[in-house]
């Protein structure tokens, strides 16, 4: 999955940080009820949003071990599934993440909750999608949950499935075809005008657009996202419009405002430390300092990602295409041609073997592979290695 699409995340909640702290305040006095449940949960999520992800899971973990306590599932469950989404961030404790859905789906089973009961599944394909032995299952579990929010009449999590099924298609190159899915999310919806489920599906249909390079729809997009954006306090969603901003630039050629782009969105991303965001923020301004020709930058700034990424990723399956692309283009200019087939045909092996496979990123790993046989013939006569 091309993890620049921005991931989609929870729903409801509206709360500045101002707000933020009166509650947090408020809840000293609060009964151990249901309602301080909810409220728990609530603080977690909103800190999540600001980039506190500390203090988001120390609420979300209280919320879980209330609700126990309570013999509250819905509240539980709630809890688990933000906990879930937050390793979507960081891919670094799978195996908590995969407790949490386990847990979850045998408390919604029994209420029953439908709505639930989908959420869980949904999750656990957004977990697999960044794994290889895993991305068969992505497609039927994402088809179950789109199954059970349909049965729920859960117009807001249908769109959130559609929209991660365009997702999908990005990978597959079919811009225009994601575009038409996410715009059937969007319209699902806006009938609740639901700013916790817009704040993913409008930005994603922005970047589509820059994909295609249809930039003046692109940017009306994000000048929505901005003011979802500032109505969450989501600084999250402000670093995401940033780098997509920063990518038109790179796009127009314009390296020096995108490069300034790329570093504010870095700045917001290094509160938090998210391995499945920073690493790639470190790479694409890699990337800009390659197009600047400015090398010991562009090698020093993919090192940094590649190692981030590799240090912190809870698989043996850590690969980052940015960087590895990034090395590529760096081994050619350096006519390191071994190191050049050793990371372009690894890249591509990955790429390849997607479900479904990364055609964009494939097609750069031929590029370089194609770049260096004509290098290797210009420079020895043959053309075999």
Known sequence: MNKWLFCIWGLSLTASAQKT??????????????????TLFELGRTYWLEGNDSL?????KESVRLAKQLKFPVGEAKARLQLVRMELDYLTDLQTAYNHLDTTLSIVKKIPNKSLEGQVYFRRAQLYESFFEKQKEVTPLLNKALQLFIEAKDDIWQGTVYGEMAVLLTNEGKYAEAVDLMLKARRLQEKSNNLMALRSTIPNLGSFYVALGRFQEALQCFQEAEKIAQKLDDQRLKAYIVSQQ????????????????????????????????????????????????????????????????????????????VSQINFGKLFLIQKKYKQVISYASKGLEWANEAEPPLRREAAEYHRQLSKLMKSWENHTGIVSL
């Open 21 to 38: 702290e009166i509650v947090r305040k408020s809840i000293e006095n609060m009964p151990l009820d249901t309602h301080r449940v909810s």
């Open 56 to 60: 988001a899971q120390l609420y979300c």
């Open 246 to 321: 920063a990518e038109i630039f790179e796009k127009q050629g314009k390296y020096k405002e995108a490069l300034g782009h790329f570093l504010q969105a870095a700045k917001i991303h290094e509160i938090s430390q998210a391995t499945q965001w920073l690493p790639r923020i470190y790479a694409r301004i890699g990337g800009v300092y390659l197009s600047l020709k400015e090398y010991d930058k562009a090698l020093q700034y993919t090192q940094t990602a590649d190692s981030l990424y590799k240090s912190q990723v809870d698989s043996k399956e850590a690969l980052e295409h």
